[in-house]
């Protein structure tokens, strides 16, 4: 149960559109079209953002999209917003009923 | 409204035990997947348990395997985490998660708790 690998920062100014990586395994992303998406403010608990590589739950923004090509999924934000600067984290379902997160993305809106 | 709501968090010496709680209302409780996933202070989010809507089923991630144990009751809308054999690394928040059925996805998470590892 390796966590999966994303990058530790990103930035981008207001408009602008930012791209985070999320890289697993065979046996996890690259197994399973079951890769969620998570955002998380300072104190405050983690929201569902993108779930199954690129469905987003009722009332969050389309500004947000998800994809995912062998091993890597990927979350864009478009349009950035100040208030989208937050930690990102990715997770995979990972078979065998576990699961695996990634080590978190702080978005930082310049 | 969905709401889950943790307790139990505090304080506690290594190899000491506690139960931490976790309440739901808003949906039906007996019906879903619940998980737990903590974060360590700065740190990341971790998966940490799996128990399936009747409670038959439960898997834990390989780091608290052992000493870790989910259970519910249903009849209570209440998720328990039963944590033995505590650890330094344990220290973390502990949220408890609804599964937004059939999606292997967690829609709705409590506050958290708060559970330090400490002589």
């Known amino acids: 149960q390796s966590a999966l690998t994303q990058p530790a920062s990103v930035s981008g100014s207001p408009g602008q559109s930012i791209a985070i990586s999320c890289t697993g395994t065979s046996s996890d992303v690259g197994s399973y079209n079951l890769v969620s998406w998570y955002q998380q403010h300072p104190g405050k608990a983690p929201k569902l953002i993108i779930y199954?590589?690129?469905r987003r739950p009722s009332g969050v923004s389309n500004r947000f999209s998800g994809s995912k090509s062998g091993n890597t999924a990927s979350l864009t934000i478009s349009g950035l917003q100040a208030e989208d600067e937050a930690d990102y984290y990715c997770c995979s379902f990972a078979g065998s009923n576990a699961w695996v997160f990634g080590g978190g993305t702080k978005l930082t809106v310049l | 409204q969905v709401q889950v709501v943790e307790s139990g968090g505090g304080v506690v010496q290594p190899g000491g035990s506690l139960r931490l709680s976790c309440v739901a209302s808003?949906?039906?409780?007996?019906?879903?997947?619940m998980h737990w996933v903590r974060q360590a202070p700065g740190k990341g989010l971790e998966w940490v348990a799996f128990?399936?809507?009747?409670?038959?089923?439960?898997t834990y991630a390989d780091s608290v395997k052992g000493r870790l144990t989910s259970s519910r009751d249903n009849s209570k809308n209440t998720l328990y985490l039963q944590m033995d054999s505590l650890r330094a690394e344990d220290t973390a928040v502990y949220y408890c998660?609804?599964?937004?059925?059939?999606?292997?996805?967690?829609?709705?998470w409590g506050q958290g708790t708060l559970v330090t590892v400490s002589p």
């Open positions: 808003g949906f039906t409780f007996s019906r879903n997947v």
């Open positions: 128990i399936h809507p009747d409670g038959t089923i439960k």
């Open positions: 998660a609804k599964d937004l059925s059939t999606t292997y996805s967690f829609d709705y």
């Open positions: 199954e590589v690129a």
